[in-house]
């Protein structure tokens, strides 16, 4: 591990050096991620060397430390460099000086101001905030403006001037569906402290599991968690290690759906007799408490006053989706409830309960957050809305003067490529909401269900395309290049990992795994330009439970390939660049032949391995699509039509290796269509009309 942090560090500087200036220069790109409001380059740079000391004046508080000390820590591990691990005794000495005016909220909140400008000159550092935590996102630019070339460590003469666009940037993990432990969720919130998110909704409970301790009634954790669940003693350390990081912890108990293991350990609040057991399969269950029984909101009014002592958020969320309403409209009693209450449907009955829960979630002097199914007429408006519905639904309800926050689009484990959670905005112009209504709008939450996410993938289903997100709802609207954000991305992946990421180291332990023995470049090739099949259809290609290892190919596939993202890009540059058709061939030439001659490799490492062998004909696919490509590059290259019935053959052969296996696709598809399309066409091309040839060549591709 720590021979790869070295790298992976030289890696990163290395990659920042490529588009930093030298002394006398400006940089030419801007390296960060989010992106702040304002950056303007000057001249020179502030060597980080040994002597670097940060020091601090105004308000100093204990967080301010451990913020800095963190970042000391990260700054060394980063750059290989002994620094100092304190504030400098003398802040005037410090080469970087923290300003702040005041502490902020002992409790981090929705009002929390977190701007802050930083200016670097040839001679120091200053970093301004109005609180602390302002403080704590200038040190993340501090970390990541921090870069090398062969004069050393340096950071670049810089003035920035950085406030969030939204005020709710939030991640939703799942720990109820597959458990993650405290070092799971620790090792993630200072990954979103690094790209400024600053909410961690934690999904409590589900049908599969209870997560958090109840000294009141002990049955919830003992009898519906299978003994993983976060005592009060370690949520209390949890939301005090978010607190440092500045990032705020809001708990979701999920009701009156999706709450098997609520029944596990008290069937007598149930809609349907019991027993209940723990659910062990995925998807929308029917069991769900009984809105009709005085029972189910006295232990509602013990439970939730228990937890709002423990969690210090205003807020707490009650979950309220998917709630089909099967058991209570099965049951006798409760259909004569309705019908004595004026209640038409189960849409209706969940309202009642809605509001009944809101009496005592403000009793304990918490506000409500709900998915969309809680908006119902005559709730008070100071509940916020989340939307897995869309911005529309979102909007909607801001024009009724509900605050809401956006997930649909955000959803992670859907495996959807970074450019489409890029483009999601919470805030389209599309609503046509005026300024006032705009403001109920706070921001977004990325979302991480873990039906196929345990402890040992999830960095790598969160990262780094979560970094994407955060930059949407951080930076300005106009913040909006897919290209960009993919070259930032590039660079910033190996920092995530010195930042204490997995989502790379973790990857290699899987790709191992599936070798078994063989050979791990071979296996690595393949893994590397596939990706899971996307939204809910895993489900659908391969039943699987609470049980099943994710140690197979599509766990071990990232969600987005980025080496198919570049190979796709690299042949629209191809075809771009009629008629010299020379832009990128050598590097595509280079990976079409791994791709070719990778085929026996990865076939004798099935042999010895179960799991690699679902990927079934997947490495014969890979090599006939290398093959395909350096034929098609050969065409090109030489100018020659290719023979007879070639491109249709080679368009069939491509769509054969499109087909899911092992619940896996290859990811370069639309590019070797594109590529193939490309060769076919090169006969007619028209210099005086490449437009129009471009165009030719995307039709017969089918892409558009």
Not at 232 to 238: D, I, P, S, T, V
Not at 276 to 303: C, H, N, Q
Not at 380 to 389: E, F, L, M, T, Y
Not at 610 to 634: C, F, K, N
């Amino acid at each position: 591990m720590r021979w790869c942090r070295f790298v992976l560090s030289l890696i990163f500087g290395a990659c920042l050096a490529s588009a930093a200036a030298s002394a006398d220069s400006r940089p030419t790109a801007v390296n960060l991620l989010p992106l702040p409001s304002s950056v303007q380059f000057g001249s020179g740079r502030l060597a980080v060397d040994t002597a670097f000391q940060i020091g601090a004046s105004g308000v100093v508080d204990d967080r301010l430390r451990h913020a800095v000390a963190r970042a000391l820590v990260r700054l060394s591990r980063q750059t290989g460099l002994e620094v100092s691990r304190s504030l400098a005794a003398d802040a005037t000495k410090a080469r970087l000086t923290i300003v702040c005016d005041g502490p902020g909220a002992s409790v981090p909140s929705l009002d929390e101001n977190e701007s802050y400008t930083l200016e670097v000159t040839g001679d120091r550092a200053t970093l301004r905030a109005p609180t602390v935590v302002g403080a704590l996102r200038g040190l993340e630019t501090v970390l990541q403006l921090t870069t090398a070339d062969r004069g050393g460590w340096y950071l670049p003469a810089v003035t920035i001037q950085d406030t969030p666009r939204f005020r709710w940037r939030g991640l939703l993990i799942d720990v109820a569906r597959h458990w993650m432990p405290m070092d799971v969720i620790k090792r993630n919130l200072d990954l979103m402290a690094a790209v400024k998110l600053n909410v961690l909704h934690l999904h409590l409970t589900e049908d599969q599991g209870f997560r958090i301790e109840s000294k009141r009634y002990p049955a919830l954790h003992e009898k519906g968690s299978d003994g993983n669940y976060f005592t009060q003693a370690e949520m209390k350390e949890l939301i005090a290690y978010a607190a440092d990081c500045g990032i705020r912890v809001i708990p979701e108990f999920d009701m009156p759906g999706h709450s098997t293991s609520w029944l596990v350990g008290h069937p007598e609040l149930g809609s349907a007799p019991g027993p209940y057991s723990i659910e062990r399969t995925w998807g929308i269950m029917e069991p769900a408490l009984d809105p009709t029984r005085e029972e189910v909101y006295k232990l509602l009014d013990g439970f939730l006053g228990e937890m709002a002592a423990l969690f210090p958020d205003a807020y707490l969320h009650i979950g309220g989706d998917e709630n089909k309403g099967t058991q209570w409209m099965a049951n006798e009693r409760i259909r004569a409830f309705m019908k004595q209450h004026d209640i038409a449907d189960p849409n209706g009955l969940q309202a009642y309960f809605n509001k009944r829960l809101l009496t005592i979630v403000q009793k304990h002097g918490k506000k409500m957050i709900g998915w969309d199914e809680v908006l119902q007429p005559g709730l008070p408006k100071d509940i916020i809305v989340q939307s897995w519905r869309g911005p529309k639904s979102l909007g909607e309800a801001a024009k009724q003067g509900y605050s809401g926050i956006l997930s649909n689009g955000y959803y992670l484990d859907l495996n959807f490529p970074t450019s489409q959670h890029y483009l999601v905005d919470p805030l389209p112009d599309s609503l046509g909401l005026t300024a006032e209504q705009a403001a109920h709008v706070l921001g977004g939450e990325a979302a991480m269900w873990s039906e196929y996410v345990d402890p040992g993938n999830i960095d790598s289903r969160l990262w780094p395309r979560l970094a994407a997100v955060a930059e949407r709802l951080w930076s300005p609207k106009t913040v909006t290049d897919v290209d960009d954000v993919y070259r930032r991305l590039a660079l910033f992946s190996p920092w995530l990992e010195i930042a204490g990421s997995r989502h790379i180291t973790g990857q290699g332990i899987l790709v191992r795994n599936l070798a078994k023995g063989g050979d791990i470049a071979a296996v690595s090739t393949l893994i590397g330009v596939i990706e899971p099949v996307k939204e809910y259809r895993r489900g659908d290609l391969h039943k699987s439970t609470q049980f099943t290892p994710l140690t197979r190919v599509s766990d071990t596939a990232q969600p987005e390939s980025f080496e198919a993202h570049r190979v796709n890009r690299a042949i629209d540059a191809l075809v771009a660049d009629a008629p010299r058709f020379s832009l990128n061939a050598d590097n595509l030439a280079t990976t079409f032949s791994r791709w070719r001659d990778v085929g026996p490799a990865i076939s004798a490492a099935e042999a010895g391995s179960r799991a690699l062998a679902e990927a079934g004909t997947m490495p014969e696919d890979l090599a006939a699509l290398g093959t395909l490509g350096l034929e098609a590059l050969a065409y090109l290259r030489n100018g020659t039509a290719p023979a007879e019935g070639w491109a249709d053959a080679a368009l069939a052969r491509i769509t054969t290796a499109e087909t899911p296996r092992a619940e896996c696709q290859f990811a370069m598809v639309s590019g070797m269509r594109l590529l193939v399309a490309a060769a076919d066409q090169r006969a007619g091309f028209d210099p005086s009309d490449a437009a129009g040839w471009q165009a030719k060549v995307k039709t017969r591709a089918g892409v558009k």
